[in-house]
């Protein structure tokens, strides 16, 4: 019996591998159109806004790496920006540099881990990385040799590789010296080569003719491809700094998910990650990334989801080429971090995630104690645009029987790399056809 003469068809999957977190998606269709799509986020949450609170003005940092072993450079970055803003001061030059060096190495592993281990089983059909290891091994051992030289880079700088230790407000504990970067720029090197061969690689993929029509978010800075400061932007003309975040975002609760889900105050959902980076700040690029994109032919007017892919290879090599300009530039600073007083103050800082815009605020009292915690993740605000997506992605492949359109639902949200449990999981899948 085909699917379109069954008047009820109900679809589960309980597990889905190859994302990061823990969740749902429900698809219903009634009489040949999609009738609801939800992207339910039930994992618990976490409370760590509410944890913060009470804690002195040093502990972010630390306290929110812990959110995601996958980006906790983000976290810590953004804590970083938003404390420093409260107490008024401003970390540049070499410092500043160290920092961006440590985010290239998580650009590096972080998209390395989703490129290779979670999206491309998807266009080479396979339905994990253990089959796709089994079929191309070189392909799969590249991509662990690249993401083996982005954890390098942040354990070099950090302290170690996951949850780095050596950052502070103001900076580091301590700094390296030109002599410890020399052997990292020779395995950036490397890392280089590795990505312009993962860029031409990925551009091989067959992908879906879909794009996306939702306003595209990120930083953006006049001197630099945005990742640690700048203004937030879009391509719908929105221009504003981050401390008025707050004032044109609002989040609010869906029954389905226990992430909060972010829209622009009279504009609605908004996408934030590689594909509005890539739109909004392509002449950004290191040169011999940007001279890749146009080589496989990818540019700024790209809205198609599924070749974000390439995107972040390209963005990989673009973080691999920059992390050398910086080792050959840098020269060790007299004093490893600039001396930041607590006052009475809200700060408000945003970094480029892997995934996407990530922004905190945070108050402090006159002793320096935490007294307001707020934290937006890329996944949730993406969450809305998600939906939306997949909503147009159904209805595109409504004469697909269940089992190939789970396939393409599955793969159009590794679109996006979710990383659930920041937003707070993935993915169950319940397709009910009436």
Request: charged residues 25%; aromatic residues 6%.
């Given at each position: 019996m085909s699917h379109r003469s069954r008047p009820e068809r109900l679809l589960e999957n309980n597990a889905l591998a190859r994302v990061e977190g823990e969740g749902a998606l429900r698809v219903e269709i009634r009489n040949g159109q999609v009738a609801d799509v939800q992207l339910r986020i039930y994992e618990p949450p976490r409370f760590f806004e509410a944890f913060l609170r009470g804690r002195s003005y040093t502990e972010p940092p630390d306290l929110t790496a812990r959110i995601c072993g996958i980006c906790p450079v983000a976290y810590q970055m953004s804590a970083c920006s938003a404390i420093e803003a409260a107490c008024g001061i401003t970390v540049d030059g070499p410092l500043r540099d160290l920092r961006r060096l440590m985010y290239c190495g998580e650009w590096i592993e972080s998209h390395t881990l989703h490129i290779y281990l979670l999206h491309a089983p998807d266009f080479l059909g396979h339905d994990s990385a253990l089959t796709f290891a089994a079929a191309?091994?070189?392909?799969?051992?590249?991509?662990?040799?690249?993401?083996?030289?982005?954890?390098?880079?942040?354990?070099?700088?950090?302290?170690?590789?996951?949850?780095?230790?050596?950052?502070?407000?103001?900076?580091?504990?301590?700094?390296?010296?030109?002599?410890?970067?020399?052997?990292?720029?020779?395995?950036?090197?490397?890392?280089?080569?590795?990505?312009?061969?993962?860029?031409?690689?990925?551009?091989?993929?067959?992908?879906?003719?879909?794009?996306?029509?939702?306003?595209?978010?990120?930083?953006?800075?006049?001197?630099?491809?945005?990742?640690?400061?700048?203004?937030?932007?879009?391509?719908?003309?929105?221009?504003?700094?981050?401390?008025?975040?707050?004032?044109?975002?609002?989040?609010?609760?869906?029954?389905?998910?226990?992430?909060?889900?972010?829209?622009?105050?009279?504009?609605?959902?908004?996408?934030?990650?590689?594909?509005?980076?890539?739109?909004?700040?392509?002449?950004?690029?290191?040169?011999?990334?940007?001279?890749?994109?146009?080589?496989?032919?990818?540019?700024?007017?790209?809205?198609?989801?599924?070749?974000?892919?390439?995107?972040r290879a390209i963005e990989v090599l673009h973080a691999c080429d920059l992390a050398v300009e910086l080792i050959d530039r840098y020269e060790q600073p007299d004093r490893t971090f600039e001396v930041a007083e607590p006052r009475a103050a809200i700060g408000h800082g945003a970094t480029e995630a892997p995934r996407g815009l990530l922004y905190h605020r945070y108050g402090i009292d006159d002793d320096g104690l935490v007294t307001d915690a707020v934290i937006v993740p890329p996944t949730s605000q993406n969450q809305p645009a998600i939906e939306h997506d997949l909503w147009h992605l159904v209805e595109e492949n409504l004469d697909l029987d269940d089992e190939p359109l789970r396939r393409r639902a599955e793969a159009a949200i590794r679109n996006y790399d979710p990383c659930i449990s920041c937003a707070t999981h993935f993915l169950d899948l319940t397709v009910v056809r009436s």
């Open positions: 191309d091994r070189a392909a799969l051992e590249r991509g662990l040799a690249l993401k083996k030289i982005g954890n390098e880079a942040i354990e070099l700088i950090g302290g170690r590789a996951v949850h780095p230790i050596n950052v502070r407000v103001g900076g580091f504990y301590r700094v390296p010296s030109r002599r410890d970067l020399a052997p990292l720029r020779d395995r950036l090197l490397q890392a280089r080569d590795l990505a312009q061969s993962t860029v031409s690689w990925v551009a091989g993929f067959d992908f879906p003719d879909h794009e996306v029509d939702t306003e595209l978010v990120a930083l953006q800075h006049p001197d630099e491809y945005a990742v640690m400061s700048g203004r937030i932007v879009s391509t719908g003309g929105l221009e504003l700094g981050v401390e008025d975040f707050a004032d044109h975002v609002a989040e609010h609760h869906v029954a389905h998910s226990t992430a909060l889900h972010a829209r622009l105050l009279e504009r609605g959902r908004y996408l934030v990650g590689p594909l509005a980076r890539f739109a909004l700040n392509f002449d950004q690029l290191q040169p011999l990334a940007r001279s890749a994109a146009r080589e496989v032919g990818i540019g700024p007017d790209c809205r198609n989801p599924f070749r974000s892919i390439v995107i």
